[in-house]
């Protein structure tokens, strides 16, 4: 319970440095631990996904203002955007003509399903 109120990524590093109790040694609501995990992850693609969509949204911002461009890097857009809940950084931007690339990073251990390796790759036009 304590990384409950913590943001996702570092939860992710508290948890993975605490050494597992052994067998029958849970505490009380000891079974509930692998549930709570799986609800923090859940609620880490959500976040992920809300900050995903500021992120295609202000680089449209700054595209409509300047000619139909995006920026080259994301911190031009000029407004605040927050970091990957997953990894605590910035989120993967590349810019190419009139199209952008945006990627969000997986949780630990989920590197290979589809849901936790969002990709956005947006055209834009005039």
């Known amino acids: 319970m304590k990384v409950a109120k913590l943001p996702v990524w570092q ?3 508290l948890l993975a440095r605490m050494k597992p ?3 029958g040694d849970e505490g009380l609501l000891g079974f509930l631990v692998p549930a709570l995990h ?3 992850i859940a609620q880490g693609r959500l976040e992920q996904r809300i900050a995903l969509l500021r992120h295609v949204e202000a680089v449209r911002m700054y595209a409509a203002a300047n000619g139909g461009k995006p920026p080259a890097k994301l911190a031009d857009c000029g407004v605040p955007l927050p970091n990957d809940p997953f990894t605590g950084k910035p989120f993967r931007y590349e810019a190419a003509g009139d ?7 997986p949780p630990h251990g989920l590197e290979k399903v589809p849901a936790y390796n969002l ?5 834009l036009r005039k």
């Open 11 to 13: 939860g992710e590093e």
């Open 21 to 23: 109790r052994g067998k």
């Open 38 to 40: 799986k609800i923090r």
């Open 99 to 105: 199209s952008f690339h945006l990627r969000g990073g």
């Open 119 to 123: 990709h956005y790759h947006v055209s």
